[in-house]
């Protein structure tokens, strides 16, 4: 196993959800009910799915599309996102 690609996957995965509204809904599931294993174990098995189903997504589009053209698509949706936002407009 390649520990530093996984404690670099951990990092970024942690700190990406911090404060998201994945986490946000989290807390609010857990302030609100008696178990909080239950919250717990629910909220880690959506978050492993949903891994499990990015990993899947991002081995099957490597076999067909070489990294350097994922990367900058990956760069393409950043820039597209931020402009949406940045220019969105207000309610």
């Known amino acids: 196993m390649d520990w530093k690609l996984a404690a670099t ?3 970024t995965i942690f700190i990406a959800e911090l404060g998201d509204k ?3 809904a989290t807390m609010a599931l857990s ?6 294993w239950a919250v717990f174990l629910g909220a880690s098995a ?6 499990a189903l990015g ?11 070489p990294e350097l053209w994922v990367n ?4 393409v949706m950043f820039i597209v996102i931020g402009l949406f936002f940045l ?3 207000s309610a």
């Not at 959506?46 to 891994?51: D, R, S």
């Not at 990993?55 to 599309?65: I, M, T």
């Not at 900058?72 to 760069?75: E, I, K, L, P």
């Open 72 to 75: 900058r698509g990956a760069g």
């Open 22 to 24: 994945t986490n946000l």
């Open 9 to 11: 996957a951990f990092a």
């Open 87 to 89: 220019v969105g407009k």
């Open 55 to 65: 990993v899947l997504a991002g081995d099957l589009v490597s076999r067909y599309v």
């Open 46 to 51: 959506g978050l492993i799915a949903t891994t």
């Open 31 to 36: 302030g609100g009910s008696q178990s909080k």
